[in-house]
């Protein structure tokens, strides 16, 4: 089985090689960075499968990096966290946090989780149940399918490339346009909950949690 890679950017040395030989322990392969413009051509060109991120680093900050680095699982990793600033990190793209100084167990813990979080075969992805096929625009629960309008199939595609990642409804018009240009925001609340009343028919699970003033986010 292949390795999955983690991508460490910090300008921190000591810190940078710490977790380096914590992940290679673990069975991981690694990738380092040490500015934000250095990562930026790195993800670019090899894509890591998940990615922990510094917010204090030179020339790019780790705040401008976040938004540029997309379908790609990021933990922030940092000492420079309030509660504003981790819910403004979750809006730009964050799976995730971890404050400075960290539980080594626990961080190996959040990394596991995100990693999993779905399984990708060729335009199929899938999460916890839930199939999306990009190439027939197919989805089914459990091998059971459902019909979807376009709208909702562009919605929950948007959510399972980053499960446990919260959207804004900014974010999600952004994402979806492409596949959905005629969808409007006065809408959107609605698709979601028809999305959601459809996901859950199947085995009365209910995938999508909204949260309070942010977005939504496909949970497990």
Same mark, same amino acid.
């Given at each position: 089985m292949q390795k999955k890679t983690i991508m460490i950017i910090d300008d921190d040395v000591y810190i940078g090689d710490m977790l380096q030989e914590l992940l290679e322990k673990n069975g991981y392969a690694t $990738?380092? $960075?040490y500015s934000g413009t250095e990562a930026l051509y790195a993800v670019q060109n090899a894509r890591p499968d998940l990615i922990l991120l510094d917010l204090m680093l030179p020339g790019l900050s780790g705040e401008d990096l976040l938004p540029k680095i997309q379908n790609i699982p990021v933990i922030i990793v940092? $000492?420079?966290?309030d509660i504003e600033g981790k819910v403004n990190l979750l809006l730009s793209g964050a799976v995730d946090y971890v404050t400075k100084p960290f539980d080594i167990k626990e961080l190996l813990a959040r990394i596991k989780i995100h990693l999993r979080d779905n399984v990708?075969?060729?335009d199929k992805i899938e999460f916890d149940g839930i199939s999306v096929d990009l190439s027939t625009y197919g989805v089914s629960v459990n091998n059971t399918p459902?019909?979807?309008?376009?709208?909702?199939? $562009?919605?929950?595609y948007t959510l399972i490339q980053n499960p446990n990642k919260v959207f804004s409804k900014d974010s999600i018009m952004t994402q979806i346009e492409d596949l959905t240009p005629d969808c409007e925001e006065s809408s959107l609340r609605t698709h979601i909950a028809n999305l959601r009343t459809k996901l859950k028919a199947v085995n009365n699970k209910d995938y999508i949690q909204a949260i309070w003033g942010i977005g939504?986010?496909?949970?497990s």
């Open positions: $990738a380092r $960075a940092s $000492a420079k966290v990708r075969h060729g459902i019909k979807l309008t376009k709208t909702e199939f $562009a919605i929950l939504y986010k496909l949970k």
